[in-house]
């Protein structure tokens, strides 16, 4: 168990529809990044948190948005959904941005756009 | 722009046999952290092994080992004595200030 919390685990929902990913991390932990992991694009950087701003940002679709709240958990939120947006969405923790340290993953949530 | 390439996309072995995996990464940072998660089939990503770009020791855990060249620009994970619970995709990252995955190798063993 990495410690990061992820949910739900599972979703199913229709095209054009809206969906919010939570994501728990570690005790302790400042920094939460989300990953898109499909297929055919492998593993996706899409944005990245540090104590609650946003420190930066990668492949994200601007249907897409994230936030991290003061109590350090982080919300993703996935808007006007298209079948392409299935994937599996990944969360992780770090203690901060600045030593480098290594990311600890949630189980992910798998999303299916149907 | 940094990068990792893991030239492997599928590797098949029989248990018990030695397996390499190749990860080769380009930055233009002077310091750097590498790294290696496994994805097991349940999904989640594990974490394996950290690196820093002024640590060329090699590091071995268990049946695991890494090699770190900084003059090839790869840090290839080794596999000895490979065991059926091995079989995953494993991942090589290189991180800055965000973390950038390989495309991953899927590595099958066979009984």
């Known amino acids: 168990d990495s410690g990061v919390t992820q949910t739900p685990k599972h979703l199913i929902t229709a095209t054009g529809q809206r969906v919010t990913l939570r994501c728990s991390p570690r005790s302790g932990d400042l920094s939460v990044y989300w990953y898109q992991q499909s297929l055919d694009q492998g593993l996706q950087f899409l944005i990245q948190?540090?104590?609650?701003?946003?420190?930066a940002k990668g492949n994200i679709l601007e249907r897409f948005s994230a936030q991290q709240f003061p109590d350090l958990h982080s919300e993703l939120n996935l808007s006007s959904l298209e079948l392409g947006d299935s994937a599996l969405y990944f969360c992780a923790s770090s203690l901060n941005t600045g030593d480098f340290t290594e990311a600890f993953f949630g189980q992910g949530t798998r999303l299916t756009v149907v | 722009a940094q990068k990792v390439t893991q030239a492997q996309t599928e590797i098949s072995v029989v248990e018990k046999e030695d397996v390499t995996l190749d990860c080769v990464y380009e930055?233009?940072?002077?310091?750097?952290?590498l790294f290696w998660y496994k994805q097991p089939p349940s999904g989640e990503l594990v974490f394996l092994i950290r690196?820093?770009?002024?640590?060329?020791q090699n590091e071995i855990s268990g049946r695991y080992s890494w090699n770190f060249q900084k003059s090839t620009s790869s840090f290839n994970f080794t596999i000895t004595a490979s065991q059926v619970v091995d079989s995953a995709v494993y991942f090589c990252a290189l991180r800055d200030d965000k973390i950038i995955f390989g495309k991953g190798t899927r590595l099958h063993i066979l009984p």
């Open positions: 948190y540090y104590n609650g701003e946003e420190r």
């Open positions: 690196r820093n770009s002024f640590d060329e």
């Open positions: 930055t233009r940072d002077t310091t750097y952290y």
